[in-house]
């Protein structure tokens, strides 16, 4: 029985591009299940120094604690 919690978030990302890349480097680093089931690029600067924007959708998995919920309460409504 895997009673694993599915949360997917769709959000923007705008930066540099080194910037983006460490960000995504630091989301695939968590100590999360986490996958970028799809990432766009919504905006791409014509000179090397402007900023890129990018559209990302990423599905997270959380495994409950004993006795506790896998979502946080600021995540379900639970949290002040």
Do not use: C
Not at 14 to 25: E, S, T, V
């Amino acid at each position: 029985n895997h009673d694993l919690t599915r949360i997917t978030f769709a959000f923007g990302v705008k930066g540099a591009y080194p910037d983006i890349r460490a960000f995504i480097a630091e989301l695939e680093r968590s100590g999360y299940f986490l996958i970028i089931e799809d990432l766009n690029l919504l905006k791409a600067g014509k000179k090397v120094d402007e900023p890129i924007q990018l559209q990302l959708r990423t599905t997270v998995y959380l495994r409950p604690s004993a006795g506790q919920s896998a979502i946080p309460p600021s995540l379900s409504g639970g949290g002040k």
